[in-house]
C-alpha cells in the first residue's frame, strides 16, 4: 500500500444522498436521532459497530452508539473509524492521506497513523465511514480527531493485530467504531434469520462465523471481533433493525447492527 503525505481536506462524497446537505437541517435531523435514542447514561465503552447506510435508513440504530457517545462529550478525543472499501478492490488496510475531512457541519481534525500505510484511492468514494462523521461532531463537538482506516481483503488476525496497535497508538481518550451493515436485499423474514444468527456470532466470539455475503465490513468487523476475544471483551446488542422497520419496504431489505464492545463487568 503507497504511502503518501498530504495537506489536503477530503470533501464530503455523499452528502445530499446518505445525508442532508444543508447543515441546519443535518444539524437538527441528528441531534432529533440522537434524543430519540438516549439519554443514555453507561460507561464509556472501548468500541462499538456500528451501521452505515442513508440516515432515513440506519440512523435511528445508528443513533444508539451515538447516544452513548454524547454522555461522554469532552472525555473522547480520538476515534478509531476501521470499515469497509465498497468501490475500490483493496487488499490489507489503508489510512487517509487527509489532513481533515469536510462535511456540512464543517471539518473534522484527522489524526496521521504510523500503523498502516495511507492511500486516497478506497477513501475518495467511500461512505462507511464518512457517514459517521456528522454523528461524531453532534455527539462529541467539535473537538475532536479522527484516524479512518479501510480494511480490505486480510486475513482476520492481522486485522485484529492492526486494530490493537491502532487503539494503543490512540491513547486513553479514544474510542473504536466498526462500520458495517447487515445481510443485503433480502426479503424481512430471511434477513433477520441471518442477520440474527451474524448477531450471535458476534456475540460469541466467532468471527470466521460472520460470512462475506452477510456483512458488507467483513474483514472489519471479523478483526474487531477477534481484537475483543483475545483482550477478554464481549460484544453487546444495542439494536438491529432493518430498512424495512425505518424507511423501506420488506421484499428487498438491507440489516444495520449496533454493539458496544468491553469488558463483561462494563457491558453487562
Not at 437538527?28 to 442513508?54: K, M, S, T
Not at 487517509?96 to 486516497?120: I, K, N
Amino acid at each position: 500500500m503507497p504511502s503518501t503525505k498530504s495537506e489536503t481536506v477530503r470533501p464530503p462524497a455523499v452528502a445530499g444522498r446518505f445525508y442532508p446537505a444543508d447543515p441546519g437541517r443535518l444539524r437538527r435531523d441528528v441531534q432529533r436521532l440522537i434524543d430519540e435514542a438516549g439519554p443514555v447514561n453507561e460507561p464509556l465503552a472501548a468500541a462499538y459497530i456500528v451501521p452505515h447506510a442513508g440516515y432515513r435508513y440506519s440512523g435511528p440504530v445508528a443513533a444508539q452508539v451515538y447516544a452513548r457517545l454524547a454522555a461522554h462529550r469532552g472525555r473522547v478525543r480520538r476515534v478509531v473509524l476501521v470499515g469497509p472499501s465498497h468501490h475500490y478492490p483493496l487488499r490489507g488496510h489503508a489510512a487517509a492521506p487527509y489532513t481533515g475531512w469536510e462535511t456540512p457541519l464543517g471539518q473534522v481534525r484527522a489524526a496521521a497513523t504510523h500503523v498502516v500505510g495511507s492511500s486516497r484511492l478506497p477513501h475518495e468514494a467511500e461512505h462507511s465511514l464518512e457517514v459517521q462523521l456528522p454523528f461524531l461532531q453532534v455527539a462529541l463537538g467539535d473537538d475532536i480527531e479522527v484516524t479512518p482506516v479501510a480494511c480490505g481483503m486480510s486475513q482476520t488476525p492481522d486485522t485484529a493485530r492492526v486494530i490493537a496497535a491502532l487503539i494503543e497508538e490512540a491513547g486513553e481518550d479514544s474510542v473504536l467504531l466498526c462500520s458495517t451493515d447487515l445481510s443485503h436485499y433480502h426479503d424481512q423474514a430471511t434477513a433477520e434469520r441471518i442477520d440474527a444468527a451474524t448477531a450471535e456470532a458476534i456475540k460469541s466470539l466467532r468471527p470466521r462465523e460472520i460470512a462475506p455475503q452477510h456483512a458488507c465490513g467483513v474483514f472489519a468487523l471479523r478483526g474487531t471481533v477477534a481484537w475483543a476475544d483475545a483482550t477478554g471483551r464481549r460484544p453487546r446488542e444495542l439494536a438491529r433493525a432493518t430498512s424495512a422497520d425505518t424507511a423501506g419496504t420488506p421484499d428487498r431489505v438491507v440489516g444495520y447492527p449496533a454493539f458496544a464492545i468491553d469488558f463483561p463487568a462494563v457491558t453487562e
